[in-house]
């Protein structure tokens, strides 16, 4: 019969970390700054600031880091970015992409 000591020295467990996916909101020609920034800060919860600095790497660069989250988080906050848009009448889209 095992006693709990054996139990715990016959295997080692491995924790996995979960992966993590960027967020990104793209570019387009249609979308306000305005509704950028509200984006930001309302789904992604940034301060004025920081949903400014990233509205405007959006526009330099074509896409602009919103953040890091787990797959279901990130999944979810791209479908939150889509379904206010549509409703906003903006073309604005995020996609993720593995960190």
């Known amino acids: 019969m095992s006693t709990k000591k054996d139990l715990e020295l016959e295997g080692e467990l ?3 970390t979960p992966k993590e996916y960027n967020v990104f909101l793209l570019n387009d020609d249609y979308t306000s700054m305005d509704f950028v920034i509200d984006v930001l800060m ?3 919860h940034k ?3 920081e949903a400014e600095a990233v509205m405007l790497q959006v526009h330099k660069e074509d896409r ?5 989250f787990s797959y279901e988080i990130a999944e979810t906050k791209v479908m ?3 379904k206010l848009s549509r409703e906003k009448g903006f ?3 995020a996609m993720m992409e593995e960190a």
Not at 64 to 68: A, D, E, Q
């Open 91 to 93: 073309p604005l889209k």
């Open 14 to 16: 491995s924790v996995m």
């Open 47 to 49: 301060n004025y600031q």
């Open 42 to 44: 309302n789904i992604f």
């Open 64 to 68: 602009g880091l919103c953040g890091t």
């Open 80 to 82: 939150q970015v889509s």
